[in-house]
Nanobody, 126 residues
C-alpha cells in the first residue's frame, strides 16, 4: 500500500520562494513516476510537473517553466517542488501524485497517477 503526504505549504509574498515536500511510502519508490498537480478555487485540478524514474524524464506546465523545479531523493522516498518567483496566480492546493503502474508517458494528466495525497495549501499574497 502506497501512501503520500505533502507538506511545506504556506503563505508567501509575490516573488518569494517555497519548497513543497512529498513523503511517499512504498516498496518501490525509485521506480515510481511522480508528479505535482494543483487546484485553484473554482478551477479544475491542473498538471504542474512530473518526473519519471526511467532516464529521469521531466514534464512541466508552461506556467512553471523557469520558475519551478521538481526533484526527488530516492534514499529518503521524498519528492520535492521548488517554486521560485511566485505569483498570486500560483495560489492553490498542491497535490503530490504517484504512478505505481508505470503507465506509458507522458505523465501529464490525472489519469496517469493512481495514488494521491491530501494536498497542501499555498497562498501567494500580492
Amino acid at each position: 500500500q502506497v501512501h503520500v503526504t505533502e507538506s511545506g505549504g504556506g503563505l508567501v509574498q509575490t516573488g518569494g520562494s517555497l519548497r513543497l515536500s512529498c513523503a511517499v511510502s512504498g516498496p518501490a519508490f525509485s521506480r515510481y513516476n511522480l508528479g505535482w498537480f494543483r487546484q485553484s478555487p473554482g478551477k479544475k485540478r491542473e498538471f504542474v510537473m512530473s518526473l519519471g524514474w526511467k532516464a529521469g524524464f521531466r514534464y512541466n506546465a508552461p506556467f512553471g517553466r523557469d520558475r519551478f523545479i521538481i526533484s526527488k531523493d530516492n534514499d529518503k522516498n521524498m519528492l520535492y517542488l521548488q517554486m521560485n518567483q511566485m505569483k498570486p496566480e500560483d495560489t492553490a492546493v498542491y497535490f503530490c501524485a504517484v504512478d505505481t503502474k508505470d503507465l506509458p508517458p507522458p505523465q501529464t494528466t490525472e489519469s496517469k497517477f493512481d495514488v494521491w495525497g491530501q494536498g497542501t495549501q499555498v497562498t501567494v499574497s500580492s
